[in-house]
């Protein structure tokens, strides 16, 4: 789960819409534009702009390259003399700046909600391509096939891996993705990290195990629709996402209904709970760095990390900077006026994050639950690992497992602190081992998978 701030500016990211005509200029601007966002913590997001001229004068869409999201639309879009700017106002988006001589670099500040920082937009010639972890080695031990999925509204895309020489029904398991609408691997926009795919290592290493595995890019990014439906959707909504995906695998002949299972990580991790709790088909649940804890009460943890390695903030302004989210959240919580605050604090998302209690759904879960924890996590913080396991148990789930791995962050890489600055300079891309070995061990006995 990623820092409330990452969360408001990974969702504005990949919500930029849409694309009217610019004003009329001798300059011309089709082609890439390419920016760098730095978000703070090392996150760093790198956005493509990338114009194109028609008969009427201008339209232009976004790729966030680091999320692997592509093909967004734009707003509005102007060019007054050498004064360029975009507005994406229904995330309180804007950008001003102003065209150099040579026409190639655009100087300016972005602005989000009462946030803003200087950002230049770079022509650029070839589109940056990022890269994933490696590909396995041909031949597969499974059938890969790119999926669609009805929703409402709109449909969803993902890869169904399918073992090969299967007899008869398979189990089958679903991924479900942190927070900050992600493609199906659940990429992350870290410097280095490029080849990360947390869910694509999981289903590639179960598929070779006789588990079908389903990952889907979130709702509005990657091949899935519903984009025009992310200002007004929470975590609940997404777990409707969910829901979806596990009625197709339901309807799939290759796939035994009966057992089917959920991994989630972070947000995903409050998904799974959600689904099982209310669908006592579902086989398990894994839950990968899961909350244990309500939003507000993260989020202060969040904060209060942040702050205390902050050389830069005096004691006065760290105090400040606490009172101010103290009283956002006070406001977004009692429903009071929020025309004052960051447009961001008026998403539902947010409302919900800050007032839904996990443990209220942990405890009605009934099925085998399956907890994974980094214990350097910073987003995350390893105790909530021991408060959802107790609060299981204490209301009757008797198949509860809990795992914590010593030296891992938050996504389950090796680490020295867990702290986001570090996730740049992290070794390896690649999840342990262990971690596969532990999810999957557990995964083929739970579900009763036939060994060839």
Request: avoid cysteine; charge should be positive; proline fraction near 5%.
């Amino acid at each position: 789960m990623k820092t409330v701030l990452a969360v408001f500016l990974n969702l504005s990211l990949l919500v930029v819409s849409a694309a009217p005509a610019f004003a009329q200029s001798e300059t011309n601007l089709a082609g890439n534009w390419l920016a760098t966002l730095d978000v703070g913590g090392g996150i760093k997001h790198r956005l493509l702009l990338k114009i194109h001229k028609t008969t009427a004068g201008y339209t232009a869409k976004f790729d966030s390259v680091d999320q692997g999201v592509k093909d967004l639309p734009v707003d509005s879009v102007t060019l007054n003399g050498n004064k360029m700017s975009f507005v994406a106002a229904q995330f309180g988006m804007s950008y001003e700046g102003t065209l150099n001589d040579k026409g190639d670099e655009v100087t300016g500040t972005f602005k989000q909600g009462a946030g803003s920082t200087p950002m230049i937009f770079r022509r650029v010639g070839e589109v940056p391509m990022i890269t994933r972890r490696q590909d396995p080695k041909k031949p597969y031990p499974y059938d890969e096939e790119e999926v669609t999925i009805p929703a409402k509204g709109y449909t969803l895309a993902g890869t169904l891996l399918l073992p090969k020489n299967r007899k008869g029904k398979v189990p089958a398991v679903l991924t479900i993705t942190g927070s900050g609408q992600q493609t199906r691997d659940s990429p992350v926009p870290f410097p280095g990290l490029e080849k990360y795919g947390i869910m694509r290592q999981i289903a590639e290493a179960l598929a070779a195990r006789g588990v079908a595995v389903l990952r889907v890019d979130d709702r509005g990014v990657g091949k899935s629709g519903g984009l025009e439906t992310l200002a007004n959707v929470t975590t609940s909504g997404f777990a409707d996402d969910a829901r979806a995906e596990v009625a197709f695998l339901r309807s799939r002949p290759e796939i035994d209904s009966k057992r089917i299972a959920l991994v989630g990580h972070s947000e995903g991790g409050s998904i799974a709970p959600m689904l099982a709790a209310s669908d006592p088909q579902i086989a398990a649940i894994v839950l990968l760095a899961g909350g244990g804890k309500r939003g507000d009460e993260i989020s202060r943890e969040q904060l209060a990390d942040a702050l205390e390695r902050n050389q830069t903030l005096t004691a006065e302004q760290k105090n400040a900077e606490r009172a101010k989210q103290e009283e956002i959240m006070r406001a977004v919580q009692t429903g009071a006026d929020l025309s004052k605050y960051p447009a961001q604090a008026r998403l539902p998302w947010v409302k919900e994050f800050w007032t839904y209690d996990p443990l209220v759904t942990i405890r009605k879960v009934r099925q085998p639950l399956l907890i994974l924890q980094g214990a350097l996590d910073r987003q995350i913080t390893a105790e909530q690992a021991d408060i959802l396991e107790r609060a299981a148990r204490d209301a009757g789930n008797k198949n509860v497992t809990k795992q914590v791995f010593p030296t891992l962050n938050h996504l389950f890489l090796p680490a020295k602190t867990g702290a986001l600055d570090e996730y740049s300079k992290l070794e390896t891309s690649i999840i342990p081992d262990d971690v596969i070995k532990v999810l999957g061990d557990w995964l083929v006995k739970t579900l009763k998978v036939k060994q060839n």
